[in-house]
């Protein structure tokens, strides 16, 4: 490391609030599924901005949007119209099959949104304030009050409780589980489709089905957070879409604006009739035409690109050699995840493992202590998972 990088890192610790434990890297720039430090040092990117940039780095039609639209209007507020948030609106009910669009800054805000609509449409059902929302263990909505509020990981809640209350949890494919929490009262059910931070667990098509069987029987609205699994990652531009589950709400953000900071909660007509109405929500930057540019050349791209069509040409290759990987070492107990969104259960904590493989110019992560997650660029080929696995498997076996 040079004194350049040494220096930088000393001053962000100086400078930043301390709430996350960093690589020590500065990551300067990057091209196709490669970034570079301010060293030059280059490395292989199996993390993509933790599954957001799925287009991979220097894209020149996405970089052309983004400079035409500064030149044009970055900001208006939502006080007025603006040309590519309809234009967005418009492209993403198409590939989601949804009705209706609500456009925040983050995933997070999403779940916000989401969490409040669900709350208004039981509230005017029967005007009562104590409606009551089944969440799952293990899972990971983000660290604002709601969206932790119906996190399933009690580490993340217990240093900021009280919650906003009225939560329950059940087990991720487990039916039995959700049934035993359900209640007159109960307004919502949400779940990741895929569960990212909770271990790369998919949710299996016969629990879905029984879920939104039960979410029809009693009115109750199915929440599904795509925010990590969605925009193609599973080979299914939403992972719901391969089991014909349609969601009431849902939540997508990350490989939506593919860097730019934007999510977006929808609902079908039917829901957004009997929920939020003018002045129950809203948001200064969401929507604004920046973020929505992106979101249309994003949109686009995927399509004329064939994204989804890459992803389920590459991750059974992903599968194949990690499961070689699996074979080889008696350390790592299993395989878990959908498309290219997998991970390598190890019998101890990865720490280590990651470290080496990023000396070695390769970016990993974990999710949880155990777990190394790889959630890469959309882009990638076969020679990258092999050049992956190459650079992988020496520092397992070192």
């Known amino acids: 490391m040079s004194e350049t990088m040494k220096a930088y890192i000393e001053e962000a610790e100086r400078d930043l609030l301390h709430t ?41 039609e996405y970089n052309d949007a983004l400079k035409a639209q500064i030149d044009k209007v970055i900001h ?20 989601s099959g949804m009705d209706r669009v609500f456009f925040t800054n983050s995933g997070a805000e999403a779940v916000e949104g989401a969490l409040k609509a669900a709350r208004k449409y039981a509230y005017l059902k029967d005007g009562r304030t104590d409606h009551e929302i089944i969440a799952m263990n293990h899972s990971f909505h983000g660290r604002t ?41 109960t307004c919502a059910i949400i779940l990741e489709t895929v569960q990212g931070e909770g271990g790369l667990v998919p949710a299996d098509g ?23 699994c969605g925009m193609g990652r599973t080979g299914y531009m939403y992972a719901w879409q391969k089991f014909g589950v349609k969601p009431d709400i849902m939540t997508t953000a990350k ?11 929808l609902m079908t007509e039917k829901t957004a009739a009997h929920s939020l109405s003018a002045g129950d929500h809203g948001t200064t930057y969401g929507g604004n035409p ?16 064939h994204i989804i069509e890459n992803v389920r040409q590459v991750a059974p290759y992903l599968e194949q050699r990690l499961e070689e990987l699996k074979g080889k070492y008696d350390c790592i107990t299993e395989l878990r995840g959908a498309g290219l969104m997998r991970g390598l259960v190890f019998d101890r904590p990865v720490r280590d ?11 990993l992560i974990n999710a949880g202590a155990e777990i ?4 890469p660029p959309l882009v990638i080929t076969k020679e990258h998972v092999d050049e992956m696995i190459a650079v992988l498997d020496t520092c397992i076996g070192r």
């Open 255 to 265: 490989a939506l604006g593919c860097g730019v900071p934007v999510g977006a909660f």
């Open 145 to 185: 009050f709601g969206a932790l509020s119906v996190t399933g990981n009690p580490k993340y809640r217990e240093a900021f409780e009280p919650m906003i209350g009225h939560v329950k949890f059940a087990d991720l494919n487990d039916f039995k589980s959700v049934t035993e929490q359900v209640t007159d009262r």
């Open 76 to 95: 208006t507020s939502n006080y007025y119209y603006n040309v590519p948030a309809i234009e967005a609106a418009r492209k993403l009910k198409k590939i």
């Open 20 to 60: 996350y434990n960093r690589y020590q890297i500065v990551l300067d720039r990057g091209e196709g599924v490669y970034l570079y430090d301010t060293d030059g040092k280059k490395y292989l990117d199996f993390c993509a901005g933790i599954a957001v940039f799925a287009l991979g780095y220097g894209n020149r």
């Open 353 to 363: 493992i990651i470290d080496r493989a990023m000396e070695k110019g390769l970016i």
């Open 206 to 228: 016969e629990f879905l089905r029984q879920v939104r069987a039960l979410c029809d029987e009693r009115d109750i609205l199915l929440i599904l957070d795509e925010i990590q």
């Open 290 to 305: 920046l973020a929505c540019a992106a979101v249309e050349k994003v949109l686009d791209l995927f399509e004329k690109d």
């Open 372 to 375: 190394i997650r790889f959630v």
